[in-house]
C-alpha cells in the first residue's frame, strides 16, 4: 500500500520566478562580469535599490500593513507600495493577510501558510512552489485593509507596477549610464534574487536559528546575524510575542534599520502613532521564560530542597510585582479619565494631577528596576542548579 503523501500540483509562476532567477543570476552575471566588468556605479544603484525594497517590506509591507505598529502619511505609504512592488512579494493585501495567518497559526502545519514544522526548505522557498491548501486566498483578516486606497491601488495595478519598477526602471538607469546589461543584471536581476531570500530567511532560518529569551511557545528565534541582513528582522522572537511593536531590536545597540526609518519618519511628520511595548512588559516575559526553564530543570535534576523553595519565593515576588504593575495601570487610567473629563480648569487641581502622574512613573521605574534585578538572581540561580547537576 503506497502511504506517500501526494505534493500539489507545481506553480508555474511561481516556479520560473524563485527557480530560474536565481539560476539566471548564478549564470548571466558572472558572466558578464567577466567579459565586461561592473563598476561601482551600478553595484551602489543595487545596494540602493536592495535597500528601498527590502525597506518597503519590512517598514510597510510588515510593521505597517501587517501589524499597524504605526501610522504612516500617505507619501509613505506610496513609497511603500512601489518600492514593496518592486520586491516582487505580491502585493500589500496577499502579504499581509499571509502573514497575519503565519502569527496567528505560527507552527501549526495546517494553517500556518509557512510553518517551520514542515522544514527548512518549505518554509523558505517550498509554500510558494506548490498550491498548498494554506496558500488559497482568505482576506477575511485584511479588512482594515481593503479600506486604504493605496492597498487597493497596489494590488489593482501589481504587474504593471512590479514590472516598471524591475524592468523599466533598471533599463532607464542602464541608458544613462551607458551599460544596459550590466544594469539590468545588477540592479534588476542580482539585487531582486538577494531581496528574495534574505526576506526568505525570516520565515526559514530565524525560526531554527538564534536563541529564545522571551518565550518558547513558538520556534521563532533572535538572531543578530540574520537581523543584520534582514534590515533589523532577525530578532523574531521578540516580534512574534509582541508582534504590534514598531521595534524589533529593542536595545539601542540593536541593529534595526527599519526601527530607525520608522522614528526619523515621524521627526520628519511622516510617522505618528508609533507603538511601544512598555519595559516591564519586556522583562515580564524574559523572566515567564527564565522561571518555566527553572521548573523544567528542577524536574530534571536532583536540585536541594533549598533552590526550589529559593525559586519558589522569586516567583512569589515576581507575582506580587505583576499585581502591583496592574493597580498601577488601574491607577494611571483613572488618572487619565479625570483629566479628560474636564473637571482640571484650575491650575491647583491640574498641579496635583501633573504630580501623580510623576509619582505613578516613578513607580512603574521601580517596579521595571526590580524585575531586571530579579532576573539576576534568576540567572545566579539557574547557575546553582547545573552546578548541582554536574558530578562530583
Not at 87 to 114: F, G, K, M, T
Not at 128 to 138: A, G, H, Q, V
Not at 303 to 316: F, I, N, V
Not at 322 to 337: D, F, P
Request: proline letters at 4%; aromatic letters at 14%; one cysteine or more.
Amino acid at each position: 500500500m503506497n502511504t506517500t503523501e501526494q505534493k500539489p500540483p507545481l506553480n508555474p509562476i511561481n516556479a520560473a520566478i524563485f527557480l530560474g532567477l536565481p539560476i539566471a543570476a548564478l549564470v548571466l552575471v558572472p558572466a558578464w562580469g567577466v567579459y565586461h566588468g561592473y563598476d561601482a556605479f551600478q553595484w551602489l544603484w543595487a545596494l540602493a535599490f536592495l535597500y528601498f525594497n527590502g525597506l518597503s517590506i519590512t517598514g510597510g509591507y510588515h510593521r505597517l500593513w501587517s501589524h499597524k505598529a504605526y501610522e504612516a502619511h500617505p507619501a509613505l505609504k506610496w513609497f511603500y507600495a512601489l518600492w514593496g512592488a518592486g520586491a516582487l512579494q505580491n502585493s500589500i493585501l496577499i502579504w499581509s493577510s499571509d502573514h497575519r495567518r503565519h502569527h496567528r497559526y505560527v507552527d501549526d502545519n495546517d494553517r500556518d501558510p509557512y510553518s517551520a514544522g514542515r522544514g527548512l526548505w518549505f518554509s523558505h522557498i517550498g509554500w510558494m512552489l506548490r498550491y498548498y491548501n494554506t496558500n488559497e486566498p482568505d482576506f477575511s483578516n485584511v479588512k482594515d485593509l481593503q479600506r486604504d486606497s493605496v492597498v487597493i491601488f497596489q494590488d489593482k495595478h501589481y504587474v504593471a507596477l512590479t514590472l516598471l519598477m524591475n524592468i523599466a526602471l533598471p533599463l532607464m538607469l542602464g541608458i544613462w549610464h551607458g551599460d544596459i546589461i550590466g544594469t539590468l543584471l545588477l540592479v534588476g536581476l542580482l539585487r531582486l534574487v538577494v531581496n528574495h531570500h534574505v526576506t526568505f530567511f525570516i520565515n526559514s532560518l530565524a525560526h531554527y536559528w538564534g536563541t529564545r529569551p522571551y518565550t518558547e511557545s513558538n520556534s521563532a528565534r533572535d538572531n543578530g546575524f540574520l537581523a543584520f541582513l534582514t534590515y533589523g528582522e532577525g530578532y523574531h522572537n521578540y516580534h512574534h510575542i509582541f508582534q504590534t511593536d514598531y521595534r524589533n531590536g529593542i536595545r539601542w545597540w540593536q541593529w534595526d534599520p527599519t526601527k530607525w526609518l520608522i522614528s526619523a519618519c515621524s521627526q520628519l511628520g511622516l510617522a505618528k502613532n508609533l507603538v511601544r511595548v512598555p519595559d516591564f512588559k519586556i522583562q515580564r516575559a524574559i523572566l515567564d521564560t527564565q522561571f518555566q526553564r527553572a521548573r523544567d530543570q528542577l524536574e530534571l535534576s536532583r536540585s536541594p530542597d533549598s533552590l526550589r523553595a529559593t525559586l519558589e519565593r522569586e516567583y512569589q515576588l515576581f507575582t506580587e510585582s505583576i499585581n502591583q504593575w496592574t493597580g498601577l495601570q488601574t491607577e494611571r487610567y483613572e488618572s487619565k479619565k479625570a483629566e479628560i473629563g474636564g473637571a482640571l480648569s484650575e491650575k491647583k487641581q491640574k498641579l496635583q494631577l501633573r504630580w501623580e502622574s510623576a509619582a505613578l512613573r516613578t513607580k512603574f521605574k521601580e517596579l521595571e528596576y526590580s524585575l531586571k534585578m530579579q532576573r539576576k538572581r534568576l540567572n545566579l540561580l539557574m547557575e546553582q542548579m547545573q552546578l548541582q547537576a554536574q558530578p562530583a
